[in-house]
């Protein structure tokens, strides 16, 4: 099974300024086809899950371009470049490279 | 619009049965594969099963693997949850996502709590 690592576990932000949540996967999530299926979520509070970031780095539809993802094979990367308060709630990363799919534990942002 | 509705939670005892449905609309149903994923309260999401596009795969968690079973009916759109056994540690919500690789449209969840 592949472990998705998550940190910080909680960031507090002050409007407007950036925010960075990390990733680490204990294994490639490289598949054999070539793609890598890394998603970041985001889940407001009460809220279901929603997808932000799919393969790494594509934002999905209406999501702010102030959200952006990078990274590669096992380190990667979400950032918010001017946190609003809509943004307040936890991230998740996750892998669908292989089953199980596995989610990181989550990072709560939360405005200072 | 693209939506999915999950129905069937509620309170049940231990070792008893229960299934979900997630009902889907607004999307060809049967090009997408779907998943059932769980959150236990204030816990993080637990994927629990897929099923492929035409049902010809189908993966569980080690967690309920043997208890739960994930089918498909493509002349309702709805994709079924069949948990048997159940477990208090099955309590949860449990989420349906679309899409093998990118988990896109999330419901609402419905509600299992096992209880005796």
């Known amino acids: 099974e592949i472990v998705m690592t998550q940190s910080p576990l909680s960031s507090p932000v002050t409007l407007g300024q950036p925010a960075s949540i990390s990733c680490r996967s204990s294994?490639?999530?490289?598949?054999?086809?070539?793609?890598?299926?890394f998603n970041w979520l985001q889940q407001r509070p009460g809220q279901p899950p929603r997808l932000l970031i799919y393969?790494?780095?594509n934002r999905f539809s209406g999501v702010p371009d102030r959200f952006s993802g990078s990274g590669a094979g096992t380190d990667f990367t979400l950032k918010i470049s001017r946190v609003e308060a809509e943004d307040v709630g936890v991230y998740y990363c996750?892998?669908?490279?292989?089953?199980?799919?596995?989610f990181g534990q989550g990072t709560k942002l939360e405005i200072k | 619009q693209v939506q999915l509705v999950e129905s069937g939670g509620g309170v049940v005892q231990p070792g008893r049965s229960l299934r979900l449905s997630c009902a889907a609309s607004g999307f060809t149903f049967d090009i997408y594969g779907m998943h059932w994923v769980r959150q236990t309260p204030g816990k993080g999401l637990e994927w629990v099963a897929t099923?492929?596009?035409?049902?010809?795969?189908?993966y569980y968690a080690d967690s309920v693997k043997g208890r739960f079973t994930i089918s498909r009916d493509s002349s309702k759109s709805t994709v079924y949850l069949h948990m048997n056994s159940l477990r208090a540690e099955d309590t949860a919500v449990y989420y349906c996502?679309?899409?093998?690789?990118?988990?896109?449209?999330w419901g609402q969840g419905t509600t299992v709590t096992v209880s005796s």
């Open positions: 294994q490639s999530l490289v598949h054999s086809n070539g793609n890598t299926y």
């Open positions: 393969r790494i780095s």
């Open positions: 099923i492929w596009y035409d049902g010809t795969y189908k």
């Open positions: 996502a679309r899409d093998t690789y990118l988990m896109d449209v």
């Open positions: 996750m892998q669908a490279t292989q089953f199980p799919n596995t």
